[in-house]
């Protein structure tokens, strides 16, 4: 008896916190990917016709590769590691554009 109650211990206060936080990561990712995302698309100048999809890879590429840059290889503040994920951000819409422009103009949908 001791034992099962144990295990449910842990179980509620290991596990769920875990898995809890897992999710919490995912969500946070997510949201930022498409702050990021959004910011590099105001910075390109023009039309992008990329969609949704397009915009949280964009910005999670930049938070990914920026964040690595400024905090591992430049050693930056906080501040200018956010403007370099921002940047690359721009960079992976600015790559994303020619290719969905001819999808668009090919007419493939």
Do not use: N
Request: glycine share 14%; net charge positive.
């Amino acid at each position: 008896m001791i034992l099962l109650l144990f295990l449910i211990s842990v179980a509620l206060f290991v596990a769920v916190p875990v898995i809890g936080l897992a999710l919490w990561i995912f969500w946070s990712v997510v949201v930022v990917g498409l702050v990021i995302g959004a910011l590099g698309r105001l910075v390109v100048p023009g039309r992008q016709p990329i969609g949704f999809l397009a915009t949280l890879m964009a910005g999670l590429c930049g938070s990914i590769f920026g964040g690595f840059l400024g905090q591992h290889v430049f050693y930056v503040g906080r501040f200018a590691t956010t403007l370099l994920e921002i940047g690359v951000a721009a960079l992976a819409v600015w790559a994303l554009v020619p290719l969905a422009g001819r999808r668009h103009l090919s007419g493939r949908q």
